[in-house]
C-alpha cells in the first residue's frame, strides 16, 4: 500500500482529513519531518486560515525546502484548501505574500461587484464543481463534474497559465 503523508504544520483540520481518507479505504500517516516526508508516495497539504500565517508556519517547521524537494521528485503533491492556495506564487490575504511558487499566478480576495451588483463575500454555498477539460489526466473522477461542494471562502485562485486550471465553480458570474 502506498504511504500517505498529511503535512502537520499547525494549519489544517487534519484528523477530519485523516479520517476521510480511513473511511475511502486509505491509511495515512501525520507528519512534520523531513525525512518521512520524502519517502511518502503520496503527500498532502492540507490548509485553514489565511496565507501568511500557513507560509510562516511552513517556514517555522522548517518545511518550505521540504515540500519544494519532494515536489522536484516528480511525486504526487495535494493542496487542500488554502494549502492548494499557498502552492501558487503570490497570495494577497492580510498583505502580499509569497508563495511556494509551483503555480505560477496569484491568489486574491474575490471582487465584491459583479455587473453593478454587489454579491457576497465570503462564497457560502453549494456550488457545482466543472471540469475544464473532461479527457484531462487531470480528470480523475468524471462523477465530479457537475455536482455541488461546500464552499467557505473569500479568495479565489489566478493562474496564469489556463493548462493549470483543473476545475472551477460559479459564484455569481464569477
Known amino acids: 500500500m502506498k504511504k500517505i503523508i498529511i503535512i502537520n504544520y499547525g494549519c489544517g483540520n487534519i484528523l477530519s482529513l485523516k479520517r476521510a481518507l480511513k473511511e475511502i479505504g486509505y491509511e495515512s500517516f501525520l507528519s512534520n519531518n523531513n525525512d518521512e516526508i ?83 463575500i465570503p462564497h457560502i454555498n453549494w456550488s457545482n464543481l466543472f471540469f475544464v477539460d473532461e479527457n484531462s489526466k487531470f480528470n480523475f473522477n468524471k462523477n465530479l463534474s457537475g455536482r455541488s461542494f461546500y464552499f467557505v471562502h473569500s479568495y479565489m485562485a489566478f493562474p496564469e497559465n489556463e493548462n493549470d486550471l483543473v476545475a472551477y465553480c460559479k459564484y455569481y458570474n464569477i
Do not use: R, W
Request: aromatic share 8%; with cysteine; charged share 25%.
Open 38 to 120: 520524502m519517502s511518502a508516495d503520496f503527500v498532502i497539504l492540507p490548509g485553514v486560515g489565511a496565507f501568511e500565517n500557513a507560509i510562516k508556519l511552513l517556514n517555522k517547521y522548517k518545511l518550505i525546502d521540504t515540500v519544494k524537494d519532494y515536489v522536484a521528485l516528480k511525486k504526487p503533491l495535494l493542496g487542500i484548501c488554502l494549502g492548494m492556495q499557498i502552492l501558487f506564487s503570490k497570495g494577497y490575504e492580510m498583505g502580499s505574500h509569497t508563495g511556494l511558487n509551483f503555480i505560477e499566478g496569484k491568489v486574491d480576495k474575490i471582487n465584491k461587484e459583479q455587473n453593478n451588483k454587489k454579491i457576497k
